[in-house]
Each structure stands twice: as structure tokens, then as C-alpha cells.
């Protein structure tokens, strides 16, 4: 029953500094357990800013170029495999069912998989890292198509979630949801978000609704600073007010009655929040570290503070899978109290992508899309 042969478009990544060229490949039929899913909206996220600037080597991770970068995403299914009818919640699929999925995949029999750490997986692969000049093509989500692997873990999107919406669960909402899980965020505890991109707001918004007393978050973009508040930061510091990490730590102690912060943040990205964050934290606070993902980069550290302090620091790297249903329950949740909207509000056709980037390093959208579907 496969199709007659098509055709659709990928944005092909040859190497970083060079622009994407959009190239028509032949569209695969999906083998047994496969997923074939028109991509509907994918998100522009910093790791794929920072791939195609080669801060982020995705060879580092097993990769192979060209590929295709874009990793959040929300697509349709256009065609199932033989044997997949149900998405991982036991929920049926058909064509034409929205769905997001976690853009790695992880065997779910190896050590870590068997503790229940799957995004640690030992065989992990990832989309983004296959190669964009061999079948099936469609490997990352700048693209028409993308095949989802057998065994992938994938949710249907409640109808209530539009893809605007939907489009940023599988990487940025996940991702702080699992954070704030590993530091067992608990009720009444403060809470700093360093960083106010959609990371960070959705850092902001997931606090509160675990029940944060206080949620602070520093940014220096005037509207980033004023979408923190339109999701539930109950204060935010200006650093182009607050201009030096000692003025921003004697705010934040003000603000947590000389406490300090319960649990920091970090998604800026850059190391030198971390020596500035671990100072914000209280006695016992725990230290979530998102952002910094260039290899190579470090920062000053006194061991002392942290000693002292009875501080943990946390790494997280992608998140448990399951994490990505919760995620589309929280957005259905909370979809008409946040202006979650605002985070996709650039859109660009897949053919303007090297557009796009341009513009998403500018900072001057807090989340670009490409939707593949604009003429
Ligand atoms: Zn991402
Ligand atoms: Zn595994």
C-alpha cells in the first residue's frame, strides 16, 4: 500500500558558516514501527543557533554532516509503520493525528534505561545527527517530512493545543520540567531563573505552578523582562539596572527575606552565570544547570561557598521521555493563563530559514518558527 514516490523539501546543513540549502529528496515509506510525520512547526533553539554556528559540534555527539538540524518540533502523521497504532500513552494514531515526540530516542534496554534514566541512554541517537544525503533524508526538523524511528516515544497533542503551542513541549518545556524535577522544587520555595528566553519563561511559569513562593528571574531585554512577568515572575532584576553580579546578589537576598534562592536556574547559557548563581543560592539551594552546552568553556570556582553553603549542583541533559506528556498536560492546563503564544510569534517559510537564523541570533524574536506549510 506504499504511496507513489514524493517528494519534499529539507533544509540541508553542509557545515557551520555556511548558509542552509533547501534540497527536494524523495519522501520515504515508513518500515514496520516507523513513524512518517509531516512536520508542521519547528522551532529555532539555541543549540540549533549554536550547531550552526559550530559552538555546538554535533559531530561531538556521533553526527554526521550534511544533516538536518531542528529538533523542536510538532508535525501530523502522514503514514504509520506496520505495527504502530497507538501513541505511547495507549492513545490511537491515524493519519492525520498532531503528535509531538522527544527528538532522541533511546533503546529502553541498556543499563541507564533499565534505571529509568533514558536520557542517558548508552545507545542513544538523536535527531540531527543522521545524514541528509541518504535515505530516509528526513532527520532533523528544518524539513517537510521527518521520519520518526521504531520504538520512538511519541504523544498525541490534545486538540485543545495548537502546534504554536505545542511546538516548543518536546525540547525548552520538557527540559525545565524535568530541571525543576531533579531539584525536587517543592511549595514555597524561592526560586531564580537566570535568563528570560523560552527557557527561561517557561522555567517562570513551571516554579509557579509547582508552587515556588517566589519566582525572580534576571534578564537584561527589556521585553524578555516584561514577558517573565506576564508568566508569573513575581520580581525581575534589570542587569543593564543592576549592572554587577554582588548589586544582583544583595536584590535577590532582599527578595528572599536574606535567605538566598532554594533552587537557581541557570539557562543564559553562558558559564560566568554560574559563579554568579551559585552565589544566589541559599543553604542547602540546588543549582540547575541547563545552558552552558559549548564544550570547552569554563569559569572561576570557589569550592569553599559550595561547602559551606550545603549547595548541589545539578547537570541535565535531556530529559526522562515521559516528561513530554506532562508537558502537553501543563499547556492544556495552562495555555489560557500564559500568553504562550508570544514565544512563537515569528514565523518563517522553510525556504527563508538562513532568514530566520539571522534574525533568531539577533535576539530580536524570542522564539523563531520555520512552518514548512507557508508558501
Ligand atoms: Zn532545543
Ligand atoms: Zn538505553
Avoid at 533524508?137 to 517537510?144: L, N, P, Q, R, S
Avoid at 520538557?174 to 517557561?202: F, H, I, T
Avoid at 549547595?311 to 506532562?326: E, I, Q
Amino acid at each position: 500500500m506504499s504511496a507513489a514516490p514524493r517528494e519534499g523539501r529539507i533544509a540541508r546543513f553542509d557545515e557551520p558558516g555556511k548558509p542552509f540549502q533547501i534540497q527536494t529528496v524523495p519522501v520515504p515509506a515508513p518500515g514496520p514501527g516507523e513513524i512518517l510525520i509531516r512536520v508542521t512547526r519547528t522551532n529555532i533553539c539555541g543549540s540549533d543557533i549554536h550547531a550552526w554556528h559550530g559552538t555546538f559540534a554535533t559531530r561531538g555527539l556521533g553526527g554526521q554532516l550534511p544533516t538536518v538540524l531542528g529538533h523542536e518540533m510538532v508535525g501530523a502523521v502522514d503514514e504509520l509503520g506496520s505495527g504502530v497504532a497507538a501513541d505511547s500513552n495507549g492513545k490511537p494514531l491515524s493519519v492525520g493525528s498532531r503528535v509531538v515526540f522527544p527528538y532522541f530516542f533511546c533503546c529502553h534496554t541498556c543499563r541507564n534505561c533499565l534505571a529509568g534514566r533514558r536520557n542517558a541512554c548508552a545507545n542513544l541517537k538523536m535527531a540531527m545527527l543522521g545524514r541528509a544525503d541518504d535515505p530516509p533524508y528526513f532527520v532533523g526538523g528544518y524539513g517537510d517530512y521527518f521520519l520518526l524511528p521504531a520504538g520512538a516515544v511519541v504523544y498525541a497533542v490534545p486538540a485543545s493545543v495548537t502546534d504554536e503551542i505545542a511546538s516548543g513541549a518536546n525540547c525548552a518545556l520538557s527540559q525545565v520540567m524535568y530541571g525543576l524535577e531533579r531539584v525536587d522544587q517543592q511549595l514555597g520555595e524561592y526560586v531564580v531563573v537566570q535568563g528570560a528566553g523560552a527557557l527561561g519563561l517557561y522555567a517562570i511559569a513551571v516554579a509557579k505552578a509547582r508552587g515556588a513562593a517566589k519566582v525572580i528571574a534576571i534578564d537584561g531585554i527589556a521585553e524578555r523582562l516584561e514577558l517573565a512577568t506576564a508568566f508569573g515572575a513575581d520580581e525581575v532584576i534589570d542587569i543593564t539596572g543592576a549592572t554587577t553580579a554582588k548589586e544582583r546578589a544583595k536584590l535577590v537576598r532582599g527578595l528572599t527575606d536574606g535567605q538566598g534562592a532554594d533552587v537557581v536556574v541557570e539557562v543564559v547559557g553562558h558559564p560566568s552565570a554560574i559563579d554568579e548563581g551559585l552565589v544566589l543560592l541559599g543553604q542547602f539551594g540546588r543549582y540547575v544547570e541547563i545552558g552552558n552546552i559549548n564544550i570547552g568553556k569554563t569559569f572561576a570556582f570557589d569550592p569553599s561557598r559550595f561547602v559551606f553553603g550545603n549547595k548541589t549542583m545539578v547537570g541535565v541533559s535531556l530529559y526522562d521521555p515521559a516528561v513530554l506528556s506532562r508537558a502537553l498536560d501543563f499547556l492544556a492546563e495552562h495555555q489560557h493563563k500564559l500568553p504562550l503564544e508570544r514565544l512563537g510569534a515569528a514565523c518563517y517559510p522553510l525556504d527563508d530559514i538562513n532568514d530566520a537564523f539571522t534574525a533568531a541570533e539577533g535576539k530580536r524574536d524570542v522564539r523563531a518558527s520555520i512552518v514548512p506549510a507557508i508558501p
